[in-house]
């Protein structure tokens, strides 16, 4: 039976919905650990320290990442992001699941590590790049030259989605949220977990090994 938890990654282009998605499979798991990155870029309003991001200097980012703190780290939209190793390596021994929203520069390092067996990835796009822009306008949380440099990264971001194990698009974020959790069950399922099937399964486990 595997003990380990699992590493779910969730990247998309900015704007496509996954920290709206990440919420939404949080409620409906509150087991689910999301894995709270570090950050350089400024607070946005309503964001909190420890909740959303670590916020860091590029100083203070630059010594985590010299002393091996980090899982994962890049640079995007000109500003770190990193993903503190710790509390990753904690959940996953305690066999809890972790929820990670990076972009496919910290996919590509999660699943180049010694954690990599137990990641499933999962790739957001929108229904079209129209629509991408205007959720970054409606969101009112960029300057108009943050939104069109996210733009202009978002084909590059894009370009990476065939090397996610399963690709979501959002256009109903009701139907998004229910593939993610089918994603997530399946997943569990596959790996030996016992997923809402309760105490027939155990049965029939003890049965076997009896
Ligand atoms: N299916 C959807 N239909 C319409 N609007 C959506 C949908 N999914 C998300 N949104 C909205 O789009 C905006 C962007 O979503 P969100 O912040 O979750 O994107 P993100 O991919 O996490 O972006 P970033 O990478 O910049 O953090 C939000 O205002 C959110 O409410
Ligand atoms: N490689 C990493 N990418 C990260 C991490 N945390 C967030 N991100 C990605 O950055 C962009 C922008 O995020 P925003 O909050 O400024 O809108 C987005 O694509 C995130 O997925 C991380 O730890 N590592």
Same mark, same amino acid.
């Given at each position: 039976? +595997? ?9 998309? =282009? ?9 919420? @939404? ?6 087991? &689910? @650990? ?10 946005? =309003? ?10 860091? #200097? =590029? ?36 066999? /809890? #699941?972790?929820?990670?929203?990076? #972009? ?6 999660? @699943? ?18 129209? +629509?991408?822009? @205007? $959720?970054?306008?409606? /969101?009112?949380?960029?300057?108009? +030259? ?42 569990? &399922? /596959? /790996?030996?977990?016992?997923?809402? &099937? ?7 486990? $003890?049965?076997?090994?009896?």
């Amino acid at each position: 039976m +595997e003990r380990s938890g699992l590493l779910v990654i969730l990247s998309s =282009p900015s704007g496509a919905g996954k920290s709206t998605l990440a919420r @939404r499979l949080m409620d409906w798991d509150p087991s &689910l @650990r999301f894995s709270v990155s570090a950050t350089t870029r400024a607070p946005r =309003p309503g964001e909190v320290e420890g909740d959303h991001y670590y916020f860091r #200097d =590029p100083e203070q980012f630059r010594i985590m990442v010299r002393d091996g703190q980090m899982l994962e780290h890049a640079e995007v939209f000109g500003n770190f992001y990193g993903t503190p190793r710790a509390p990753v390596e904690e959940a996953m021994l305690a066999g /809890r #699941d972790t929820l990670f929203d990076v #972009d496919w520069q910290g996919g590509q390092q999660i @699943r180049a590590s010694v954690l990599g067996t137990h990641v499933v990835s999962i790739f957001v796009l929108p229904p079209s790049l129209a +629509e991408l822009e @205007r $959720r970054l306008i409606a /969101r009112q949380q960029d300057r108009p +030259e943050v939104i069109a440099a996210r733009m202009q990264k978002s084909r590059d971001e894009i370009s990476h989605w065939a090397e996610y194990d399963y690709v979501i698009v959002n256009e109903d974020i009701e139907a998004s949220t229910e593939a993610l959790k089918t994603i997530l069950t399946a997943e569990r &399922l /596959r /790996r030996g977990r016992q997923v809402g &099937l309760g105490p027939f399964v155990q049965a029939l486990m $003890r049965e076997e090994n009896a």
